[in-house]
T-cell receptor
Framework: KAGVTQTPRYLIKTRGQQVTLSCSPISGHRSVSWYQQTPGQGLQFLFEYFSETQRNKGNFPGRFSGRQFSNSRSEMNVSTLELGDSALYLC?????????????FGSGTQLSVL | GENVEQHPSTLSVQEGDSAVIKCTYSDSASNYFPWYKQELGKRPQLIIDIRSNVGEKKDQRIAVTLNKTAKHFSLHITETQPEDSAVYFCAQRGGSYIPTFGRGTSLIVHP
């Protein structure tokens, strides 16, 4: 069974640009969640999608948005990039998103904002 | 929001020693406590988890203990090996969907 796949692996952007990251969950998993990982703040929850609906949202500005498609693949968009958005963005999938389910992480997209 | 404190931030041991990492949480509704291992440049991988109805769980050289009264849980690695070197994260989930992670412990196992 293929794991969680994230593309691209690396991205370099400049301030003010926007970026779209993609996440393909494990086959059969319907919940996809996104996280920002930085050395200073650690792993922080961005949002979670289930059945094409955003079900939970973390404490990030509206510049961070996402969506989920009918095949459970998810995209995350960051508009008007800031230097502080440089981070590793991870997505994770689980069967239904229940709180006691195991999360399976992708390898992440390393975003650098110059 | 919910908080998870993890200690120590860095742990250096000799091969064969034991390593213990501790996390403290604040949400009394938390009922699921996973631990992740993240090697440099790689994805976080679940190594062991425990649910609130259990006090201890073991898997070969790794064990996790949970004290719900004191709201803390710990990861124990025995007979450490150089390949155990990585960053370890604790997390909690429960009352709210949103998982909260500890800041991570960098474990260094010296051969």
């Amino acid at each position: 069974k293929a794991g969680v796949t994230q593309t691209p692996r690396y991205l370099i952007k400049t301030r003010g640009q926007q970026v779209t990251l993609s996440c393909s969950p494990i086959s059969g998993h319907r919940s996809v969640s996104w996280y920002q990982q930085t050395p200073g703040q650690g792993l922080q929850f961005l949002f979670e999608y289930f059945s094409e609906t955003q079900r939970n949202k973390g404490n990030f500005p509206g510049r961070f948005s996402g969506r989920q498609f009918s095949n459970s693949r998810s995209e995350m968009n960051v508009s008007t990039l800031e230097l502080g958005d440089s981070a590793l963005y991870l997505c994770a999938s689980s069967l239904s998103g229940a709180t006691n389910e195991k999360l399976f992480f992708g390898s992440g997209t390393q975003l650098s904002v110059l | 929001g919910e908080n998870v404190e993890q200690h120590p931030s860095t742990l250096s041991v000799q091969e064969g020693d034991s390593a213990v990492i501790k996390c403290t949480y604040s949400d009394s509704a938390s009922n699921y406590f996973p631990w992740y291992k993240q090697e440099l440049g790689k994805r976080p991988q679940l190594i062991i988890d425990i649910r609130s109805n259990v006090g201890e769980k073991k898997d070969q050289r790794i064990a996790v203990t949970l004290n719900k009264t004191a709201k803390h849980f710990s990861l124990h690695i025995t007979e450490t090996q150089p390949e155990d070197s990585a960053v370890y994260f604790c997390a909690q989930r429960g009352g709210s969907y949103i998982p909260t992670f500890g800041r991570g412990t960098s474990l260094i196992v010296h051969p």
